[in-house]
C-alpha cells in the first residue's frame, strides 16, 4: 500500500508543489523572515518556479548529481562526482583557485553553503529521470547535473526544463543534446559528436592519409550514430571511404563476431565510435584479433581512463579527441590550479569527466552571483549573457541559441611507452582545437528553444 | 551476401563464444536443476571468480594458480552463502529466492567495486594463450581458440561428477525427501552444501577463463547473468546438457546475425528465446513438468 500511495503522491505532486510553495512562501513571506534577495524577488512578483524559492530560503542550497556509478560508464561517472565535490569545497571556501575563474565567487554562493547530494543514474535514463524528480522535490535542488550517457543526458534535460530547474550534463557526446533536443534549462559545456569529427577528421587524414578505408564500431543508441554519421561525414570529405559499420549493443562484452566482419573487409582504420568499458573491450579484443597490426586506431570522442584501460602499448599512435588532457597545465596557470587540486584531494590526474563536472557547477556558480538571486529565469538569462569565463581549457561560454558551450578541447596522439615521462603521460598534444572553429552554424541541427517559464 | 570463408569463419566463432557462453552458465543451471534455487548471484560470482583470479594472476604470475585462486574464492563465496542465508530459503517460495540472491549479488559487485574502483582491468593470457592461430582462412586468437578445449573439458568433468556419480542422485532425491535420506544414513546439508559450492565454483572458474578475453569491470557479471538465463532457457532450466546444447545455439545466433545485420544480434537472441517459450516452453532438453 505504502508504495501504491508514494506512486498517487509522485503523480499529483506537480500540481501539490505549488500550492504548497505558494502557501508556504506566502506566510514566510509574510512573516518577514524571508533574506533580501528572495524579498526583492517576492515585491516584483515572481511566481514559484522549480525548487525556488523554497531551496533558496535556508542557508544552503542543494545540488543534485545524477552521475553513473554503475553501467558501462562508471569510471567516467566516478570521476565527475570528484571533479563536483573539488569544485563545491572551493566554492564553499571562497578558494583563490575558484576566484581565477569567477572573481565574484566569496564564501558559498550569494553567501549560502553549497551542497551536494549524488544519485546513481546507472547509466539508464530512467533512473536517472526519477533521480533528478526526487532531488527537486524532496531536496528542493536549484541545479541538477551529471551524465555521461547522451540518452541520460538528453532525458534529464527534458525532466528538468519541466521542473525548471538549470541541468547542466558532464559528458554527452551526442549531437542532439543541444542540436535537435535543447531545452531552455539545459546547459551542455562539453564538446561533442559534431565539434570532435570536424576537429580530427583533417588531422587523421594529414597524418595517415587521405584515401584511407575505415570500419566503424559504433554503440547502438543516439551517441553512436551520430557520431558515426559526423565522423564519416567530415572523412569521406578528406577522401577517406567507410567500408563497414558494425552496430552493437550498449555495454557488449565479446566484440569477435563484429571484429571477424571488419577483419573480412579491406579496411585500414579502425574508427571507435565506442565508449568506456565499451571502447575497452574492443580495442583489446581488436588486439587479440591480430587486427591492429594493419588497421590505423581513430577514436573521435574518447572516455577518460580508455588509455589506462589498454594500456600504453596499444594507444601508442592512437589519435583521439577528448575535453582535457593534464599536460595543458604546462601552458595554462588555471589547468595546473585545478590539476594540482584535484591530485592532492583524490590521487592521480583528472580526466575530462572531472574537469567538465568542476567547471559547469562553478559556471552556475558565477552566473548565480551576476544574477543576485537563484530564480531560474534570472540565472538562465545570466549564463546566456555569453560572459567569458578561465578555464583549465582556456576562454568558455555558452551560446545563448542552443546552450552549446564554446570550448576547446585537445587531440592527442598516444605516446611510445619508451617516450613516457611518467606513468600518466600517456599522450602528445597534436593541437588544441578552437572550439568556436567547430562548432555547427546555430540552427543546422534543427534546435528550437522554449520559453522561459 | 557474405563470402564463404566469413561464414565458415563466424560458424566457429559462434561455437567458440557458445561454449563459453555453455560454460558460464552451467553453475546457474547446476543449483537449479539440483537445489531448484534460482541463484540471481551467479553474474556477481562470476566477477569475484574475475577479480580474484586477477589479484592471484598479479602476485604470482602464474594463470592456472590464478584460475585455482578464483575458482577457491568463488568457492567460499559460495559456501558462506549457502551455510548463512540460502539454507533457509529451500523451503521458502521462489520469489524470496530471487530477492535474497539478488541482494547478495549487489553486495558482492559493490565490494569488488569498492576494493578495485570502476575503471576496468586487463589480464593478459597466459603465454601458451598468446598468438594468433591461422585455420586455413580464418584468424583466431589463440587464447579463445584454447578455452574452447578448456570449456568442453571442464563440461564433461562437471557433468560426470554431477550425474555420473551418486552425488546427483543424493541430492535428487534429497529434495524429494530429506528425511528419508537421511535415515539412511547420509548427510543431506552437506550435500546441499557442496552443490551450491560446486556451483558458486564454476561461476568463479568461467570468470577467470573469461578474464584475458575481456576488460574486468564490477558490471560485467549483470550482462553475463541475462545471457546466462537466455542460454538456460533455450536449453532447459535445470538440464545439463540443455546448458551446452543452448550456450552453442545462443553462440551461433549472435555470430551468425552479426554476419548479416549486427544491430539486431541481441534481438535475434531474445527471438529464439521466446519461440523457445512458445512451442517448448520446457526448453529444447528439459523435462515436462519438473519443478
Known sequence: MKDNNSLGQAMQAQVKRRSVLKAGAAGVAGGMLLPATARVAMAEDKKPLGAWPAGANGDSVFVGLTVDLTGPYSAQGAEQKNGYELAAEQINAGAPQVQKLSPLIKKGILGKKLVLGSADAETKPNTGVQAATRFIHDNKALMVAGSTSSAVAIALQKVCNREHTPYFTAISGSNETTGVDCQRYGFRLCYFAYMACKAIAPVVAKELGKNRKAAYLTPDYTYGHTTTQSMKEFTEKEGWKTVTNQVHPLGAKDYSSYLINIANTDADVLVVVAYGADAANAIKQAKQFGLLDKMKIVIPYMSAYLEKEVGADIMQGVYAAQGFWWTMQDNNPVAKDFVEAYEKKFGGKPRDSAMYAYLALVLWADAVERAKSFYPVDVVKALEAGEVRDSPVGKVTFRAEDHQGIVDFPILRGKKPADMKNPEDFFEIVQVVNGKDVLPTVGLLGCKMGGYA | ?291
Open chain 2, 1 to 291: 551476401m557474405p563470402s564463404m570463408s566469413l561464414f565458415l569463419s563466424q560458424l566457429f566463432n559462434g561455437l567458440a563464444t557458445g561454449l563459453l557462453l555453455a560454460l558460464i552458465s552451467t553453475g546457474l543451471t547446476i543449483i537449479y536443476g539440483t537445489l531448484g534455487v534460482i541463484n540471481f548471484a551467479h553474474g556477481a560470482l562470476f566477477v569475484v571468480g574475475g577479480y580474484a583470479g586477477y589479484t592471484v594472476y598479479g602476485l604470482t604470475g602464474s594463470f592456472v594458480l590464478a584460475v585455482a585462486g578464483g575458482a577457491a574464492v568463488a568457492l567460499a563465496c559460495g559456501l558462506v552463502m549457502e551455510r548463512g542465508l540460502m539454507r533457509k530459503y529451500y523451503s521458502r517460495p521462489p520469489e524470496d529466492q530471487i530477492l535474497v540472491t539478488f541482494g547478495i549479488s549487489i553486495i558482492l559487485v559493490e565490494i569488488v567495486r569498492g576494493l578495485y574502483g570502476g575503471v576496468s582491468l586487463s589480464v593478459t593470457p597466459p603465454d601458451w594463450g598468446t598468438g594468433i592461430a591461422r585455420i586455413g582462412s580464418l584468424i583466431y586468437p589463440l587464447y579463445r581458440l584454447e578455452t574452447l578445449g578448456i570449456a568442453a573439458v571442464t563440461l564433461l568433468l562437471l557433468y560426470f561428477v554431477l550425474y555420473r556419480t551418486s552425488l546427483g542422485l543424493i541430492v535428487r532425491a534429497g529434495i524429494e525427501d530429506a528425511q528419508m535420506v537421511n535415515a539412511l544414513g547420509i548427510n543431506v546439508k552437506r550435500t546441499f552444501l557442496l552443490v551450491f559450492g560446486i556451483g558458486a565454483m564454476a561461476a568463479g572458474f568461467a570468470g577467470v577463463i573469461n578474464s584475458p578475453i575481456v576488460a574486468l569491470t564490477p558490471d560485467m557479471g549483470f550482462r553475463y547473468l541475462v545471457e546466462s538465463f537466455v542460454v538456460v532457457v533455450i536449453g532447459g532450466v535445470g538440464s545439463f546438457p540443455g546448458a551446452v546444447v543452448g550456450g552453442i545455439i545462443a553462440g551461433e545466433i549472435l555470430s551468425l546475425t552479426a554476419m548479416i545485420n549486427p544491430q539486431y544480434s541481441d534481438v535475434m537472441l531474445f527471438v529464439a528465446m521466446a519461440l523457445v517459450l512458445i512451442f517448448r516452453p520446457q526448453g529444447l532438453m528439459g523435462q515436462e513438468g519438473r519443478e
